[in-house]
């Protein structure tokens, strides 16, 4: 079904109230606050689910409760809403800058590390700093554990991340040539990451809206790229919850474009020149 026949239904695809009732139904599930005219974000993700599943309206498809009572339908989608592209090492210097400044530092007091990647995505960002980890350790004396817990809301794209293998067009993004030849192995058609950067890494399910993440404290957290989808008020909420799972004198990293809301008392700000670090309270 295209978008134009989308459109011109009967049944209305997506008018203005059932675009509200469908952001109510986000916020409450997930936490993403979709804000305004986005509407045509909606129909490109949703159109296909809807397709199969036989539902000419997002009206009928919240009117027909399966989004209450059916959970893979439900769960297929806000995996639909919430997946995210990536890339490797994004923006560069928040691994430069744990590499080049955090571990020599930290490194002098403790040689066992946890690390949270709070929205893994694809899992481009935890394989990413469990690479900085072993890049480390090969130019140390001083050898450092790292455990990385990776979580994301999507079981589907966590089952993907758990896998490691990568099509030639996602390992172009951002990944130098030579840390493809050092972490990664050709298996098939796709590059596969290699054993010892894989097993640093555990994934799970975890929604950032809800209180208790982990029974981990964490000495560093990246929380990159996704504070951007959720209200003020969940914002502080996430920020201050993030504070509570950490070690005192832990790292936050976030997005380029995000900050600590008003949660700013909880952290010391690093500049790290470009961008900055958030040391824990």
Known sequence: ?????????NNDFLNESSFSDFS????????????????????TRLKKILADEGIQSIKELLEKKHVLHNHQLKERIIDAMTT???????????????KGVLLPEMSKIKSSFTVWSCACSSGQEPYSVSMVFNEFNQ???????VNITATDLSNVILNNAKKGEYDKLSVARGLSSDRLRKFFQESGDKWAIKNHIKECVSFKKA?????????????????????????????????????????????????ASESLADAGDLFDLIHTSPGVVYRAK
């Open 207 to 255: 929604n950032l809206k809800d209180d208790h993440f982990s029974s981990l404290k964490y000495d560093i957290v990246f929380c990159r790229n996704v504070l951007i989808y959720f209200s003020k008020d969940l914002k502080n909420k996430i920020i201050k919850n993030i504070h509570k799972n950490m070690n005192k004198g832990g790292y936050l990293f976030l997005g």
């Open 1 to 9: 079904m295209s978008i134009d026949k989308l459109h011109s239904s």
């Open 24 to 43: 109510d139904f986000l916020k409450k599930e997930s936490g993403i606050d979709l804000g305004k005219n986005k509407q045509y974000l909606v129909v």
């Open 84 to 98: 995210n592209e990536t890339l490797w090492f994004r923006d560069g210097y928040p691994y430069d800058y744990l």
């Open 139 to 145: 130019l140390s004396t001083k050898k450092l554990n």
